[in-house]
């Protein structure tokens, strides 16, 4: 992607014992991001949380089993995201996707004029 100023946030809430076979849900979607050439993935790790169950997801002191949310962040142009979400139809334990307008600031590290892109 090159650096435009505008791009949609997509983020995907989920939680950790979600699976796809026995990898993480979060592992497949950023493996199937990276085969669709989206500009990013970052997946983040909640402390607590709580979705459309209202089953409380935290980490407990003395608990052995801990599923906390988790939520994978892509950014890209809008089109490329909505495209990218027909490739996310065989999730089943994915709670919620949000899209939103971003403004891109920076992508990618410097190059030697000083300006960034990839």
Do not use: C, W
Request: hydrophobic share 45%.
């Amino acid at each position: 992607m090159k650096a435009p100023t505008q791009a949609v946030l997509m983020r995907i809430y989920t939680d950790e014992d979600a699976l796809v076979g026995d990898r993480a849900l979060a592992e497949v979607v950023v493996a199937r991001a990276r085969e669709a050439h989206l500009a990013g993935a970052t997946v983040l790790r909640g402390q607590m949380g709580f979705g459309a169950t209202s089953r409380l997801h935290a980490s407990r002191p003395f608990e052995l089993r801990r599923n906390l949310p988790v939520v994978v962040e892509l950014v890209d142009e809008d089109s490329a995201l909505r495209a990218f979400l027909a490739r996310l139809d065989d999730l089943h334990d994915i709670g919620l996707v949000t899209l939103e307008k971003v403004e891109v600031v920076r992508y990618g590290p410097p190059t030697v004029d000083g300006e960034a892109g990839r």
